[in-house]
């Protein structure tokens, strides 16, 4: 797909192509783009970090990259983040200054669309969702008008930003109120015994421990870029404090078959490093995923036992548990569109559709094992679900939420120009 470096004075010649991804250097720009685009009823897509699914594919009309739009101002302790900005470069500029804002685990994700899904971060039970962080927003509204949202100024906005995804604008800038940081402590233990006995033993630290921890379980094949093979357990402890999470986690390092290690990392280096595309060139589009995700009240015996059995069946599957509650807890139901504020942990599970790897009946077996799985699910997390799935979009909110949704759709976007998302109907 061919790329243009568009200013707002010569947009309208280099349109000439379609698909044409086009990358605005200034918010007036991405105005002068949706104005067109709300004229020409072309159909739109946004980009930020690249990681979503709407991130691969070349369908026809005008594809924005907000990749330009990456400037991090701090001012005292909020932190104005251009849409296009990504959390490793984020923590790192934060970490000059003291600061940190609970991101997501990846590098090169971008800030826009991890934030306007909700956010589920490392430091997700010490200070909450990337959205409870943010305090304003500016924005590019579906006809082309440049407006500020926050708690009192178009306060509707605000609140359906804050996890209703991108149905309701461009958001060129974020303003995040940052924490200040003496550090972190991340231990990772490395399971070569028995993964369901670790995680029973996990699920019972995490009932009563303090929210500076989180916890994040993985067991991946070889084939995943992102992480070692095998499974493991992460934590975090939002302080310096070693002997804290040690302490903590101090039964899990005592299970059998468990290799401990824990260190002081600086906040930018617990992020995966993803492998960057070419200049010019989309990230590769990941394999196919048969499975979903969740967000779960509690990580009982059942569902620890079936995801357990789910990995061990098939040799190119992931399972990915993080420990939710503590600071994610505290934020009332109907402050954000997020769903499942109850919820305890975050759970997913799928296998990697590779042609030539697996069959017919293995991937209806994947799907069936993994209908089991969701049965006992509060909701769906959107960030981590990878297709357009429309009829699923309601099960991402609360009854409640999702009405509140579709009024602000109605007004802020009544032509649904923003849909190549998780897409709220009128």
């Not at 990259?65 to 302790?77: H, K, N, P, Q, Y």
């Not at 404090?241 to 260190?263: H, I, K």
């Amino acid at each position: 797909m061919p790329v243009a470096d568009v200013g707002a004075r010569e947009y309208d010649l280099r349109m000439t192509e379609s698909p044409l991804a086009v990358r605005p250097a200034t918010p007036e720009d991405v105005a002068a783009l949706v104005r067109r685009a709300h004229q020409e009823s072309l159909l739109v897509t946004v980009v930020s970090g690249g990681h979503g699914p709407w991130s691969h594919d070349e369908a026809d009309g005008m594809r924005i990259e907000l990749t330009s739009l990456a400037d991090i101002r701090i001012d005292g302790s909020i932190v104005h983040i251009g849409g296009g900005a990504t959390w490793g470069a984020i923590a790192a500029a934060l970490s000059e200054a003291g600061l940190a804002i609970s991101s997501g685990d990846t590098s090169t994700v971008g800030v826009g669309g991890l934030t306007l899904g909700g956010g589920i971060g490392w430091m997700v039970r010490a200070w909450g969702l990337a959205v409870d962080q943010l305090v304003g927003a500016q924005v590019v509204t579906a006809t082309g008008e440049i407006v500020e949202a926050s708690a009192n100024e178009n306060a509707d906005l605000f609140w359906a930003l804050r996890g209703g995804g991108g149905n309701f604008g461009i958001v060129t800038r974020f303003d995040f109120e940052a924490h200040r940081f003496t550090g972190i402590v991340h231990g990772e233990y490395v399971i070569g015994g028995d993964a369901a006995a670790v995680l029973r033993t996990c699920r019972d630290i995490m009932r009563t421990a303090p929210r500076e921890l989180t916890v994040t379980y993985m067991d991946v094949p070889a084939m995943d870029p992102s992480a070692p093979a095998g499974a493991r357990l992460a934590a975090v402890w939002a302080g310096d404090e070693v002997d804290s999470l040690e302490a903590a986690l101090a039964p899990v390092a005592a299970s059998e078959g468990v290799e401990a290690t824990v260190t002081p990392p600086a906040y930018r280096d617990i992020l995966l490093e993803m492998p960057a595309p070419e200049a010019g060139e989309d990230a590769p589009a990941p394999p196919g995923f048969i499975g979903g995700n969740g967000l779960f009240a509690a990580l009982d015996d059942e569902l620890i036992d079936r995801l357990v059995a789910f990995r061990a069946a098939y040799p190119a599957s992931v399972v990915f548990l993080r420990s939710l509650g503590g600071a994610f807890g505290d934020v009332p139901q109907e402050e954000t569109p997020f769903p499942a504020r109850s919820a305890a942990w975050f759970v997913m599970a799928g296998g990697f559709d590779i042609p030539g790897m697996i069959d017919d009946d293995t991937r209806a077996a994947i799907l069936a094992d993994w209908h089991r799985i969701e049965s006992g699910r509060l909701a769906e997390y959107g960030n981590f679900a990878d297709t357009e799935r429309p009829a699923a979009v309601p099960g991402m909110f609360t009854t409640e939420a999702y009405e509140r949704l579709r009024t602000a759709k109605a007004k802020w976007d009544p032509q649904n120009l923003f849909q190549r998302n998780h897409n709220i109907i009128v």
